[in-house]
């Protein structure tokens, strides 16, 4: 066997429809397009989902099956808690003992003017300033 003796498998090829050419072929004058309209025109793409002008189903259907995995800080102005600053060490413990917080919050920020002074007081990763 070699590359010129190859043949396509019996059945799997058929010859092109030869359009536009007369109308004894069964596909001559408008060539199998039917009468004007803009699937007629040459250049004519449909774009893929398109429904005719209709919302399309996936601008129809809402948004859903996100969840952001970044872990936004629960902010804390230090300026209008002024407990926080007279604490020895800071941690989510001694936040949460004189602080209200949900249970669900997991990571602290400390903003304000004197924020960056309580930065040798942290003793807790999940605790930080605007200067760290």
């Known amino acids: 066997m070699a590359l010129e003796n190859l043949t396509p498998a019996e059945g799997s090829t058929h010859s092109k429809k030869r359009l536009g050419r007369g109308q ?8 199998g397009k039917g009468h004007k309209g803009q699937k007629a025109r040459k250049g004519y793409n449909e774009k893929r989902n398109f429904e005719g002008g209709q919302q399309p189903l996936a601008r129809r259907l809402p948004k859903i099956g996100f969840t952001s995995r970044v872990v936004k800080p629960t902010i804390i102005n230090v300026e209008k808690t002024k407990v926080i600053a007279e604490l020895s060490e800071i941690t989510m413990e001694t936040i949460r003992s004189v602080h209200r917080l949900n ?16 930065a ?3 003793k807790d990763e ?3 300033t605007t200067g760290n």
């Not at 249970?103 to 309580?118: E, M, Q």
Request: aromatic share 0%; no cysteine.
């Open 24 to 31: 004894a072929s069964g596909t001559g004058k408008t060539a």
């Open 103 to 118: 249970k669900s919050v997991t990571h602290v920020k400390l903003v304000g003017a004197s924020a960056k002074d309580l």
């Open 120 to 122: 040798s007081k942290i």
């Open 126 to 128: 999940n605790v930080t």
